[in-house]
């Protein structure tokens, strides 16, 4: 079984649903992290997550929300979707020190209409 | 701020022929740097990474990377690539004092000819 997983991995919505992306991840690390990529743009830091009580925006969390559940569970909700929030979004996790790798999930693929 | 520029979007080599990606940084601190790796359709995968000790680190599939402190660099090297080895490829940097954020490079594109 995959150590970070991510559900849904597709996903079509129209412009002002809410959705929920979820990941789950066994490898019993304290922090995870929300990336969404865009061709031409990489890796953006969305909201990131260093325990179960610290939450921290990213470079680009405007229209997007976090919560974390569990060490093992972060989710990420976007309250009204727009097109422009169609991407490629990964989830990540680490141990809790800088030079960690990050481990990340396979991604959820998310077209807003 | 921290940034990464990989200056090469799309690289086209043949197989057996020598691979190198450019990654260049920004940012006074001593840097954490990492190689990753996405297949089609597939999440990120480290190759390598740098945080301290031998400025040449050696990493998954043959890969090594050199850490370069005057130039600002930190080069993915493979001396002999395998069709298997066509991927988006993304230099990534953290910093200490950034904790565990990482700043990612837009990526480059390998495309191998065989």
């Known amino acids: 079984d995959a150590d970070v997983t991510q559900t849904p991995r597709n996903r079509i919505t129209k412009t002002g649903k809410r959705i929920m992306l979820e990941c789950s991840q066994t490898?019993?690390?304290?922090?995870m992290y929300w990336y969404r990529q865009d061709p031409g743009l990489g890796l953006r830091l969305i909201y990131y997550?260093?325990?179960?009580?610290?939450?921290n925006k990213g470079e680009i969390s405007d229209g997007y929300s976090v919560s974390r559940q569990a060490q093992a569970k972060f989710s990420l909700s976007l309250e009204s979707a727009i097109p422009n929030q169609t991407a490629l979004y990964f989830c990540?996790?680490?141990?809790?020190?800088?030079?960690?790798?990050?481990?990340f999930g396979p991604g959820t693929r998310l077209l807003v209409l | 701020a921290q940034s990464v520029t990989q200056p090469d979007i799309h690289i086209t080599v043949s197989e057996g022929a020598s691979l190198e990606l450019r990654c260049n940084y920004s940012?006074?601190?001593?840097?954490?740097l990492f190689w990753y790796v996405q297949s089609p359709g597939q999440g990120l995968q480290l190759l390598l990474k740098?945080?301290?000790?031998?400025?040449l680190v050696q990493g998954i599939k043959g890969f090594e990377a050199e850490f370069k402190r005057s130039q600002s660099s930190f080069n993915l090297r493979k001396p002999s690539v395998h069709w298997s080895d066509a991927a988006e490829y993304f230099c990534?940097?953290?910093?200490?004092?950034?904790?565990?954020?990482?700043?990612f490079g837009t990526g480059t594109r390998l495309q191998v000819t065989l």
């Open positions: 940012y006074g601190a001593t840097p954490y």
């Open positions: 740098y945080f301290s000790g031998d400025t």
């Open positions: 990534a940097v953290g910093y200490f004092s950034t904790a565990s954020k990482l700043t």
């Open positions: 997550s260093f325990d179960v009580k610290d939450i």
């Open positions: 490898k019993g690390h304290d922090r």
């Open positions: 990540a996790t680490s141990v809790g020190q800088a030079q960690e790798t990050q481990y």
